[in-house]
């Protein structure tokens, strides 16, 4: 059965702070791992990485997947309080249905 | 402008009652997945579907229904088996040639009274 864990499950930071969120997958014939954002309601597309050792950049906003450590990290830098959302993970393998795998998410708050 | 549509945003049901979920997408995509969220927790899938007259469960799908009647539209049942039905609901579609992310719709908000 497919795995995708976060840490920490939540974090408390001020603005201007830098964070990172991790994530964890064991997922069957992998293909790739994706990044959301969700604020209220639908989780809004971040990254979705499929190579090793690439860092896709947005802004303030970075990632990069580790294929043999099975691990992927998201960096924000200079936190501002839009960012405070939950922020999913989510793991693809090569399965029939294209399914993704989710993270329990990790829970940001910036406080100004 | 294309995208994933969900009705309703809100939705309360009596214990003991079927309540239908409405998904809709006008992004010709194959794929059709529905996820369940509790509060502060990452989504579980519930059923999946990769083409019309076709559909998969999830991990959870005890207690609910689909149908893919139309490539556009994929509802779901909560049925009365579902004994803690209270959620939050996700409707996603996705590609399947070349799958990219999956896009969402904005939620149905279930609660039990």
């Known amino acids: 059965e497919d795995k995708v864990v976060q840490s920490p499950l939540s974090l408390v930071v001020h603005e201007g702070d830098t964070v990172t969120l991790n994530c964890s997958y064991e997922v069957t014939n992998f293909r790739s791992l994706l990044w959301y954002k969700q604020e209220k309601k639908a989780p809004t597309f971040l990254f979705m990485l499929t190579s090793s050792g690439i860092e896709k950049k947005s802004g303030r906003l970075s990632s990069i997947l580790d294929k043999k450590e099975l691990f992927s990290i998201l960096n924000i830098t200079a936190t501002q309080t839009g960012d405070s959302a939950i922020y999913l993970c989510?793991?693809?393998?090569?399965?029939?249905?294209?399914?993704?795998?989710f993270g329990g998410g990790t829970r940001l708050m910036v406080k100004p | 402008d294309g995208g994933i549509t969900q009705s309703p945003k809100y939705l309360f049901r009596k214990e003991g009652q079927n309540v239908t979920l409405s998904c809709e997408q006008n992004l010709n995509h194959d794929a059709m997945y529905w996820y369940r969220q509790d509060p502060g927790q990452g989504l579980r899938l519930i059923y999946y579907?990769?083409?019309?007259?076709?559909?998969q469960k999830g991990d959870i799908a005890e207690g609910y229904s689909v149908s893919r009647e139309k490539k556009e539209s994929f509802p779901l049942t909560v049925t009365s088996a579902q004994k803690n039905p209270t959620a939050f609901y996700l409707c996603a579609s996705c590609p399947t040639a070349l799958p990219t992310e999956a896009f969402f719709g904005q939620g149905t908000r279930l609660t039990v009274v």
């Open positions: 579907s990769q083409i019309v007259n076709d559909f």
């Open positions: 989510a793991g693809r393998g090569d399965n029939a249905g294209n399914m993704l795998t």
